[in-house]
């Protein structure tokens, strides 16, 4: 990696001065409104419909056998009272994430897709695992996949002004590792999202189950996040006899699981 680069990284993290991305308004305002006391599929709809990209993949999702809805509408309020409002936030968040990592042409548009690919991959086993095998709500698990490198999106917004050979340099973005949990934490209180969801951003890379004994969300998109890098048989073995796939009931993958993901994947992609 760049050393010059690198060096402004650490003192602008150090002198937290790293900008950070807004999460997209009408996301954000469907979610608090989702959760709050005036609670309704109205009042939610009528924030979504301020975003048609937004009311369009909602919609979708209604629709969609794939997440066993078919529910044939094209009214969002009808979708979102049938999806119910707890997931319908749930959906709006991880499609607001699909948004920020909407990458633009160019170097570093190629650097937010990796990301953003490796998100959507990592988020679709999470959701296949948890469908299939693992006790743990398969949506909340796909919004953990979605969010759990969300670190980087800062870090490479940092770099968007480098030289072109900067960014392409295939050690540049296994440079900024080092950082993304600190920046993800970051992203994640400004957000303020919940702290099991900061918890899973700063500490996905860690394989040790979490100590207690229910399944959490960091425990399912650790496993699925490790799952999708490992490069070898040997790893892959020894990751499904580790405590970690223990304690989530994960001894082997299914036959159609390779399936399954691609399918959740050309979903979001
Ligand atoms: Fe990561």
């Given at each position: 990696m760049n050393h010059t680069v690198f060096n402004r990284l650490v003192e602008t993290l150090s002198q937290n001065r790293l900008v950070l991305p807004a999460f997209p308004q009408a996301a954000l305002r469907a979610r608090e409104v989702a959760t709050s006391d005036q609670a309704s599929a109205i009042a939610v709809a009528r924030e979504i419909a301020k975003d048609p990209a937004l009311s369009a993949r909602i919609l979708k999702v209604a629709n969609s056998s794939l997440f066993g809805f078919s529910f044939n509408t094209g009214s969002l309020?009808?979708?979102?009272?049938?999806?119910?409002?707890?997931?319908?936030?749930?959906?709006v968040t991880n499609f607001a994430l699909m948004q920020?990592?909407?990458?633009?042409?160019?170097?570093?548009?190629?650097?937010?897709?990796q990301v953003r690919d490796h998100s959507i991959e990592v988020a679709a086993q999470a959701y296949v695992l948890?469908?299939?095998?693992?006790?743990?709500?398969?949506?909340?698990a796909l919004l953990?996949?979605?969010?759990?490198?969300?670190?980087?999106?800062?870090?490479?917004?940092?770099?968007?002004?480098?030289?072109?050979?900067?960014l392409r340099d295939p050690e540049f973005l296994p440079g900024l590792k080092a950082?993304?949990?600190?920046?993800?934490?970051?992203?994640?209180?400004?957000?303020?999202?919940?702290p099991e969801l900061v918890a899973l951003v700063t500490g996905h890379e860690r394989l040790e189950p979490d100590e207690s004994d229910q399944i959490t969300v960091r425990d399912v998109v650790a496993f699925a996040n490790a799952l999708?890098?490992?490069?070898?048989?040997?790893?892959?073995?020894?990751l499904l006899t580790s405590a970690l796939a223990r304690k989530l009931g994960v001894s082997e993958l299914p036959s159609d699981n390779a399936d399954r993901v691609s399918e959740?994947?050309?979903?979001?992609?």
């Open positions: 309020q009808q979708a979102i009272s049938r999806v119910g409002l707890e997931h319908t936030k749930t959906l920020l990592m909407n990458p633009p042409k160019g170097a570093y548009g190629d650097l937010i897709r948890c469908e299939s095998q693992i006790d743990f709500n398969a949506n909340k953990g996949g979605m969010l759990h490198d969300v670190g980087y999106l800062p870090l490479i917004q940092f770099a968007r002004s480098e030289p072109d050979e900067v950082f993304h949990g600190q920046a993800g934490n970051l992203v994640l209180m400004y957000w303020q999202f919940s999708v890098n490992e490069q070898t048989e040997e790893s892959h073995t020894l959740v994947m050309r979903f979001f992609a």
